[in-house]
């Protein structure tokens, strides 16, 4: 009752850093709510976007401060930038279709990925050939808006049409999961320099530690392994060489902390699969391996305590504990017994 949205489907609900307003992203476009309004929360105000074409969803990615949103079409060589307090619109024109739509989460410039043509000669480990270079465009947030051609272009060898972004905007990876590709590339946006890296099997997700010093990659095992899920630790500040991992049943989970830096990376498999949790310290790139005891469900990091979790699917509640630390692990189980009715 406090929030009279239209019976659309919600795909995205961003708070601002200051806590006093949520910005709501549905098919029609994005509903503004003021959460702190002297007589209570109320919609402020809604701003619609372009029509999606068939069943392209856009890309949109809001500001920190909630002050714009990006937002990107499927197939447009073009990026929309709205002002979420006055509507005003501004269009970056850019030289190919865009592919990825990220903004840095110290919100000083957005990254736009652009993923050249392909043809089918194989490239590195059967991927196919890129035709002409990608391209990823830095859009810096405090001119952009004013000057849409102020934006600067890094153009990358390889296929690369996904990116992710340190929380500070520096570095960038990139990489595509739209076809098998090895290939990572490394990024550095303040001085332009990159490099790729061939990680030897298909490039899944990636995802940074929070001052961009390394990374973990989630991978799918190449043809003829015996391995059913891979991933790799990449150090990304420093040119040095991953570490790849293989693991007995696929990855689906990954955890960061950043105080000690530490990834959690988790597996789940079949029932007749064992399931893992896998402690990677940095830098060393020293890895433990914890069986788990029943199906994980979501893991997490609490850096207070110290910990990591797995949660478990068990009829009485599990879940294991990882010092993050010492790698030590931890099993509770039975904790759900005291919301039950037992007659």
């Not at 270079?133 to 051609?149: G, K, N, Q, W, Y």
């Not at 064992?274 to 005891?293: E, N, T, W």
């Not at 029943?294 to 910990?307: F, N, R, W």
């Not at 068990?314 to 039950?340: I, M, N, S």
Request: avoid cysteine; hydrophobic fraction near 45%.
């Amino acid at each position: 009752d406090l929030f009279p949205i239209k019976p659309v489907r919600t795909r995205q609900v961003v708070v601002e850093e200051s806590g006093k307003r949520a910005y709501v992203v549905s098919q029609p476009g994005i509903t503004v709510l003021h959460l702190t309004h002297a007589d209570g929360p109320r919609v402020e105000r809604e701003l619609f976007l372009p029509e999606e074409a068939g069943d392209q969803a856009r890309d949109v990615s809001i500001t920190p401060d909630g002050a714009f949103a990006f937002v990107r079409m499927a197939g447009e060589s073009s990026v929309l930038i709205v002002d979420l307090a006055s509507d005003e619109r501004i269009t970056v024109d850019l030289p190919a279709p865009v592919t990825d739509l990220d903004v840095s989460a110290d919100g000083t410039k957005a990254v736009a990925v652009m993923r050249t043509p392909t043809e089918p000669a194989a490239g590195a480990a059967g991927a196919p050939a890129a035709t002409e270079p990608s391209r990823i465009a830095v859009l810096p947030l405090d001119t952009i808006v004013t000057d849409p051609e102020d934006y600067e272009i890094h153009e990358l060898d390889g296929l690369f049409g996904s990116a992710v972004l340190s929380q500070d905007g520096r570095y960038a990876l990139a990489f595509t999961n739209a076809v098998a590709s090895p290939l990572l590339a490394i990024v550095d946006l303040e001085t332009g320099e990159h490099r790729e890296l061939d990680l030897r099997a298909p490039v899944r997700a990636a995802f940074l530690l929070e001052d961009g010093s390394h990374a973990v990659v989630l991978l799918t095992p190449p043809a003829g392994s015996a391995r059913r899920g891979a991933f790799s630790l990449v150090p990304v500040a420093a040119d040095l060489p991953p570490k790849m991992e293989g693991t007995d049943a696929p990855t689906r989970f990954v955890s960061l902390s950043s105080d000690p830096p530490r990834a959690l990376v988790t597996t789940v498999g079949a029932e007749d699969e064992p399931h893992d949790v896998l402690l990677a310290r940095f830098p060393g790139l020293q890895v433990d391996r914890i069986r788990l005891a029943s199906t994980p469900l979501a893991s997490g990091v609490v850096p207070e305590a110290g910990k990591g979790f797995v949660a478990q699917s068990h009829p009485e509640g599990r879940v294991t504990f990882v010092g993050l630390e010492d790698g030590a692990a931890q099993v509770l189980t039975g904790f759900e017994l005291g919301g039950k009715v037992v007659e």
